[in-house]
T-cell receptor, first 114, second 115 residues
Framework: DGGITQSPKYLFRKEGQNVTLSCEQN?????MYWYRQDPGQGLRLIYY???????QKGDIAEGYSVSREKKESFPLTVTSAQKNPTAFYLC?????????????FGPGTRLTVL | GESVGLHLPTLSVQEGDNSIINCAYS??????FIWYKQESGKGPQFIID?????DKRQGQRVTVLLNKTVKHLSLQIAATQPGDSAVYFCAEMDAGGTSYGKLTFGQGTILTVHP
């Protein structure tokens, strides 16, 4: 089956620790995205990547880092510099055939800082 | 900065009624719009999209209307069912801009369908 997978579904982190969230897609999509969602709010863009080995900051990149070494994978690291990391994190990817295509979302990872 | 917002944060309807969810956008350069449905604890699911060269687009039980003059977008759901209960987001994009595929999301509307 084609799709986007995120792991783990739930993640707990102690303050001061870095943690990496996984995002994998087998849709052959060039573009991938990371969003953060807080309770009762919309999605805010953290980072996005249009192609392998390239990525750009979104609206709330501070305290986060990403890599795009493979087309299928776009991991997100939440660093200790992120002041309020507890949130629902969503990864998405997009078809390569132009801008007028929807983003497909993964199931999300809920991160809680203890 | 530019943003997308919703007029109504919550909407309650009876099963079988039609639902209308509204969205206002402020970026006049936006030329592509998407409606997503998000169920609790899950990622958003694509419902329907529309490009700015259209005023209306229909899908299965859903219709999106775009009024570029007043920068307004709406999602109509016909014969609403309990399974339609979710949060609905509109998102907009300036496809001709430099931020490839970057979507700006609205706050969301909670739709509750009562049996």
């Amino acid at each position: 089956d084609g799709g986007i997978t995120q792991s783990p579904k739930y993640l707990f982190r102690k303050e001061g620790q870095n943690v990496t969230l996984s995002c994998e897609q087998n849709l052959n999509h060039d573009a991938m995205y990371w969003y953060r969602q807080d309770p009762g709010q919309g999605l805010r863009l953290i980072y996005y990547s249009q192609i392998v080995n390239d990525f750009q900051k979104g609206d709330i990149a501070e305290g986060y880092s990403v890599s795009r070494e493979k087309k299928e994978s776009f991991p997100l690291t939440v660093t200790s510099a992120q002041k309020n990391p507890t949130a629902f994190y969503l990864c998405a990817s997009k078809q390569p055939s132009g801008p007028y295509n929807e983003q497909f979302f993964g199931p999300g990872t809920r991160l809680t800082v203890l | 900065g530019e943003s997308v917002g919703l007029h109504l944060p919550t909407l309650s309807v009876q099963e079988g009624d039609n639902s209308i969810i509204n969205c206002a956008y402020s970026n006049s350069a936006s030329d592509y719009f998407i409606w997503y449905k998000q169920e609790s604890g899950k990622g958003p699911q694509f419902i329907i999209d529309i490009r700015s060269n259209m005023d209306k687009r229909q899908g299965q039980r859903v219709t999106v209307l775009l009024n570029k003059t007043v920068k307004h977008l709406s999602l109509q759901i016909a014969a609403t069912q309990p399974g339609d209960s979710a949060v609905y987001f509109c998102a907009e994009m300036d496809a001709g801009g430099t931020s490839y595929g970057k979507l700006t999301f609205g706050q969301g509307t909670i739709l509750t369908v009562h049996p």
